[in-house]
């Protein structure tokens, strides 16, 4: 479980910088540098929900872009016995 906060936390965290970066300075170099850093964030979630949990609502939950590792983290705390 604390894989996943962490994992959700990067996501997240990445994604915000991503759309301030592009919002105001775009500089390349820094969307070069977190674009992947995002993607492994949000692969990683979804492998994580998919090994912690069985429930198919919650699994595709976890592929929503930007913030389903967010969500699924929601939800589990809602519903521990998921």
Excluded at 21 to 41: D, E, Q, R, W, Y
Excluded at 42 to 63: D, G
Aim: with cysteine.
């Amino acid at each position: 479980m604390r894989a996943l906060q962490t994992a959700a936390a990067v996501e997240a965290l990445s994604l915000i910088v991503l759309l301030l970066n592009l919002a105001t300075v775009h500089v390349p170099a820094l969307a070069s540098a977190l674009g992947p850093i995002h993607g492994c964030a949000y692969l990683i979630a979804i492998v994580l929900t998919w090994t912690l949990t069985k429930t198919t609502r919650i699994r595709a939950i976890s592929i929503i872009p930007g913030f389903g590792a967010l969500l699924v983290l929601c939800s589990l705390r809602s519903n521990p016995q998921v």
